[in-house]
């Protein structure tokens, strides 16, 4: 298989990019986008952020990463705070030290 017929099918595969971020206090997340097709065949780009999960160090079996989709604010503060509130379900959030 040829270089370019490879490359070809990977962008073919491809439904979006990440960039690694820093936040203003200093945790790392990545955020880009997701492209999705819904039922009807129309593709929508949907905005994404990911922080590490801090409940992987107690279950191995737990995700690396947790997705969400951006608020149209799009700030990254706004998803920290949310994650240090406590009992909530997003405080799945860590500081990201060990993000990629």
């Not at 097709?37 to 279950?59: A, H, P, Y």
């Not at 690396?64 to 959030?93: F, M, N, W």
Request: aromatic residues 6%; proline residues 2%.
């Amino acid at each position: 298989m040829s270089n370019e017929t490879e490359k070809n099918e990977w962008q073919q595969r491809e439904v979006g990019a990440l960039w690694k971020r820093i936040s203003k206090s200093g945790q790392k997340y990545l955020s880009g986008h997701v492209t999705v097709e819904d039922e009807l065949g129309t593709e929508k780009r949907m905005k994404v952020i990911c922080f590490s999960n801090k409940f992987k160090s107690e279950n191995e079996k737990a995700p690396d990463l947790r997705v969400y989709l951006q608020s149209d604010e799009g700030a990254p503060a706004k998803e920290e705070k949310t994650a240090d509130s406590a009992g909530s379900a997003d405080s799945a959030v860590t500081s990201g030290d060990e993000l990629l």
